[in-house]
């Protein structure tokens, strides 16, 4: 297992992220996963002893019910504490209440306890905003980040879901006050939506931020069980949630030439498209998810693969994205000032 720093920081993170979204099988969690304490249990005990230290939960994950789970098997487990780098996120709507949803001071605090509460810790290595909050102006939600790290509660902060614009405002900000600043990203990248390719990884390197792409097998869609000629089982999460959005067309011709290389490498598409996003420049760590030991096990020894640059150049090019503007005009005037 490779470790890489988290952004600017001295953390270390493994490059493979476990994620929870599959423990708990609450309300429309139960779509993505149902797995219950024994099976959780398993599933993190094969998750350290293949030296990953990084897990990736959040409050709204089946409502609260993924976050108990993880604390408690952290405790059966007797895992060292230390050696784990724990992330939740805040933002969703945990409860009826007016104030129980957003990025509100009010909000950013009392979630962040009962996320404890529920995880059996005294603190997060990092606590990630969940989402857009338009109601809730930047400058608050960036002090209550900032306070609610003072309180040692929270290590480190970073972002999910935001457009470019607003993540570089939200740094701005902080950097003006001399708060806390977000440290890493944590967005959806896969071979069938490399938007973040745009705006957001040009952001991360500028601003040397931490990259954790969310679903890279676009919601199982790349996992090698769709294909053209192959319906589905209807036991897939694709059937029952149909999440993230994706041009199922153009994903097919992706998967057309990832399972012909995953020959080459006697490898599964699911790995193939595993080992294309570890191999993107500025990715820390990848965040998997897994309902049973054996798809964990296929997922985790992805990272054995090194895709050839022969074999890069096949999936970038039938995954390519298109060219927008104003991407294509500033791709046209730097010719004018050429390196050398």
């Not at 398993?42 to 230290?53: G, M, R, T």
């Not at 001071?105 to 979630?111: A, G, L, T, V």
């Not at 994706?246 to 490898?267: M, R, T």
Request: some cysteine.
């Amino acid at each position: 297992m490779k470790y890489n720093f988290l952004g600017n920081t001295g953390l270390l993170v493994s490059e493979i992220c476990f994620g929870t979204m599959t423990f708990g099988g609450k309300g429309i969690w139960e779509a993505i996963g149902n797995i219950q304490q024994g099976e959780v249990n398993s599933l993190i005990k094969e998750v350290v002893d293949s030296a990953i230290n990084f897990i990736d939960t959040a409050n709204v994950y089946s409502f609260g019910e993924s976050e108990k789970l993880l604390g408690q098997s952290i405790k059966d487990l007797g895992l060292n504490r230390h050696e784990l780098v724990i992330a939740t996120k805040v933002r969703g709507k945990m409860g009826e209440g007016k104030n129980n949803v957003g990025l509100s001071r009010y909000h950013i605090f009392q979630s962040v306890n009962e996320s404890l509460q529920r995880l059996q810790l005294d603190h997060v290595d990092i606590l990630y905003v969940h989402g857009v909050d338009s109601m809730t102006p930047v400058e608050e939600t960036m002090r209550a980040l900032n306070d609610i790290i003072q309180t040692g509660k929270v290590r480190y902060i970073a972002v999910c879901n935001w457009p470019a614009w607003l993540v570089m405002k939200a740094i701005g900000i902080a950097e003006r006050n001399g708060w806390n600043k977000f440290v890493g990203l944590q967005y959806y990248y896969s071979l069938a939506g490399r938007d973040i390719e745009r705006e957001l990884l040009p952001l991360a390197e500028d601003q040397k931020l931490a990259v954790m792409p969310w679903s890279p097998l676009a919601g199982g869609f790349l996992s090698g069980k769709f294909t053209r000629n192959r319906e589905s089982s209807g036991e897939n999460r694709r059937d029952k949630f149909d999440f993230p959005p994706i041009n199922k067309d153009n994903a097919y011709n992706i998967i057309d030439v990832i399972l012909e290389i995953g020959k080459q490498y006697n490898a599964s598409a699911a790995q193939i498209a595993l080992a294309w996003v570890r191999q993107q420049k500025n990715i820390t760590s990848t965040i998997i998810g897994a309902k049973s030991l054996t798809q964990l096990r296929d997922n985790i020894s992805s990272i054995d693969i090194c895709l050839s640059i022969v074999d890069l150049e096949k999936i970038n090019t039938v995954s390519a994205l298109g060219k927008e503007y104003p991407g294509w005009m500033v791709e046209r005037q730097a010719q004018d000032r050429p390196l050398s």
